[in-house]
């Protein structure tokens, strides 16, 4: 085991002298097998020379070559970013990679069917890796952040799909922790590292920190006037975020019946809104408050929201949310009793959106106006719009809404026999009594008397357009 | 009677010197089971491992004594194997130890015993001989004698590529002293490569923030300090100075946590432990003073990282037990705290300077 070095000096005799022909002097030369008196210092110098004459000469396969072959690709990545002196973004990769497995064992452990493909599989995901985080981290080398946050970005940008979110969420979180060190430009940066972590925490549902984050988002864009990549300007999409997210709170607490945040929450809302300057958000921003007030029973002050919001609608012209408010207002009146001026405002968010072919908007407001009647008691008036519900419905093809339609079609039609029935019941005379006969037949036809057995009119259809006059006059004795 | 005579000893029977393997004329007087050529030798493998096994080697050396039964036999077997893997393991973290200690020359010897145990115990070419040859390698590294150690790498080496079974710590061994081999001869980019991979091999083996992953940052740290590439091997210094300071602190914390809790429980005391074999001491040592003295000459410019070393040396001898060196580490970093950084700082290594004066005067019976 030990060399020549710390041996004993008996042990090393000098080479006896022998007589050679030249001959064989010669041959020893040229022979490949080496004298042993070459000391091994020698072959092993010797070796080295002839590898690095192979591989200049020889087109086989370098020492890289060899080695990307016999190792997975992860690892030369890996070992390619250490060379070079980027243990940061190695120990990321390698973090990243071993919370992946993390997360399939938790799946396994699940006994979920696990799809995804190991990131070590995915070469070009490796390289996207690669290049940008040894980017990333020569720039934090130099402290130009601004580089460090744009690679990360990039990153980011490169696993928004839904298979990688959670690499996604992983690199807005560093370019999060990146953004603030990044002073001179005012906090842009800061800004959209803001916005982006709000985003995560709203696809995670932890919408109280979501809203926090999106209210540093706001805080920090109001007054400037960046634009994101798309144009748009950051302010407003700050605006919109909040009171999205605003609204999604706010419906969670009027799940929990808390209506007093609600309204909070959403009046915070309407005022960013406001100052957002966009008169559609602010108008929805309005209409969701106007429900929350709805909900909460405060029918005043939500008539006074909605109309504001309706009046917004007109100012733009946008029909859309001008019939949104309509129906909301509509609402509110039904829930306060005021059922004529409900009517008059469902009749305008009907003709809305039949002008702008807003079919489920239609079927919508049609059922509404059919409930109304039918409440009233104008059944036949409420059949009429409940077919019209149901007829749009046929014409979407929506099985759903037409089974939901139907059914509504199909009573207030009842109620409109149920009359004609009962005074043919009342007057218990052999002809009503054959009328009912007859129609327990057929089951279609039913001949209606008013006046009982003095004008005995036989269509069917006369039955269904009963005038709304005569039904309030049979059901005054009722109401009274 | 400690001399033989080769011509005397009986016809077959060949006493070889146990570090040279030359004929043996000497023989230790204490086991008389090891031979040397000659009081050079001997002396060198007293200084080294044999005054620490010579009784452990009797047993291994003599004919097994008669047994009664197959049972005692496969017991005594069995024996004989757990007293091997002991001094295989003995021999290996003794010599690790020398070579931390930059004592190559003494850890010649225990690495050689360490390597003929494992033959032993493994056979020829087991992949657990490759750590006995790594230790080789890197001794004779320490001497400067390069081609041995390529002979030794290139052994262990070839052993790892024949066997498919190799830990990734193994692997994560071989590349680490082959870059120091590369380092030696001063072909940088073959060092980087090796070291690239030892980094993740240790990583894969320990993950990347362990002390054991640290030397390779280390080493690497080093090429790219040769290579003039300052603001390269700084983070990786820092970063090796932060494995071992997490480390560290949190042992330190532990103590310090468990101290406060049962200190009156039966008077017991709690010893201080690094959880760290010697080796790995002695590595830990050596790595954070050759990074102090790197960081010195800046220590004004980033007083925050030099501060971070002498914490954790101070952190260390402490934890070892030396407080008179664990109290120089702390007041240095105390003056230079006080110098150029914040009193949050300075308190911190207040109290730890307090903890060690207090450990100083009641030392542990």
Redesign the interface.
Known sequence: ???G????P??AFPPVPVTRTRLAILAREKLPCSPRTIP??QL??EKDDIDHYLEKNFKGLSKEEVAAHRNSYK?SI????????Y??S??EL??LTEQWDALRRAAEVRSLFWLQRPLEEQPDKLDNFYHYLTRAEAAE??EYYEEVYNNLYALACYFDNPEDKWVRNHFYERCFKIAQRIKFDGGKKEAEAQAHMGLLFEEEGELLEAAQHYEAFHELTQGRIWKDETGQLLNLLACESLVRIYRLLSDRMLENKDYKQAIKILMKASDIAKEGSDRTMEGEAALFLGSAHLAAGEYETALTVLRRYSEIAESVGDDLNLGKAYEAIAKVLQSQGQTTEAIEYLEKFVKIARNNFQSLDVIHACTMLGDIYNEKGQYSTASEYFQQAFSTAVELMKTALMDETKVHYGIARAHQMMMTMTNYIESADLDSLNCLLSWKESRTQIKYDPVLGLTRRATEDDIYHYPDTQEEITRSPDNQ | MNVIYPLAVPKGRRLV?E????PAERMCTACTVTYY??P??QKADWGSIHEKICQLLIPLRTTMPFYNSEEERQHGLQQLQKRQKHLIEFCYTVAQKYLFEGRHEDA?PAA?HS?RFRMNVHGLSSVELVPAYLL?AEASLGLG?I??A??YLSQARWTVLKSTDCSNATHSLLHRNLGLLYIAKENHEEA??H???D??FA?CAFG??DIRTSGG?FH?ANV?HGLN?M???D??YT?VSEIWYTYLNDHYQALLQARSQQTDLLGKQFVNDTGLDEAQEAEAIQILTSILSIREPTSSKAPQKTVLVLKTLSILYYLMLECSKAKEYASRALSLTEEHLDVQEQSVIKELLNIISIEEEQPLT
Do not use: P, W
Not at chain 1, 5 to 8: F, N, Q
């Open positions: 085991m030990t060399s070095e710390t041996r004993s008996m042990s091994r210092a092993i110098k690892k890996c070992v390619e970013m250490l060379r070079d002196g243990h940061k190695f120990t390698f973090a080398r130099q | 010197c570090v040279c393997e030359a050529c000659g050079v030798h010649v050689l390597l080789l004698r081609v041995q390529e002979e980087r490569y070291l690239a991979n980094i993740y990583s990347t923030e940052y690497l790219f590439k603001g390269l091997a983070t990786l970063k």
